[in-house]
């Protein structure tokens, strides 16, 4: 499972859309819909149901798109901090709870 993989589901979700998510991510619509393919083989659990006119979340997926959003922000705040020249103990000491209250906002039922 990359980052950019789940960069693909946040985009797929946000549009319902193969070739307005795929425009967003910058690849074609195949290269999306592989990804998210190996995705939902690795997570063993279906993300979106489609056909050829409708795209929709499945339940496990919108479970997994809150998670999929806090650490697609979490791995921007690396960038972020490291290319700032920001990125020392302290702030990786505080990013494991920053974290863990963000996933405990979002409140994804862990079952």
Request: net charge positive; charged share 30%.
């Amino acid at each position: 499972m990359s980052i950019r993989a789940l960069r693909y589901l946040i985009a797929l979700a946000e549009c319902l859309n193969f070739t307005r998510a795929a425009e967003r991510c910058s690849v074609t619509q195949s290269t999306l819909s592989i990804q998210l393919r190996k995705l939902e083989d690795y997570l063993g659990v279906r993300l979106f149901e489609r056909d050829r006119s409708h795209v929709a979340l499945t339940e496990d997926g919108r479970k997994v798109l809150r998670f999929a959003r806090v650490a697609v922000r979490a791995a921007d705040r690396i960038v972020t901090v490291s290319r700032n020249g920001r990125l020392h103990s302290s702030a990786l000491v505080s990013a494991p709870e920053v974290l863990i209250d963000e996933i405990n906002c979002q409140r994804v039922p862990i079952d």
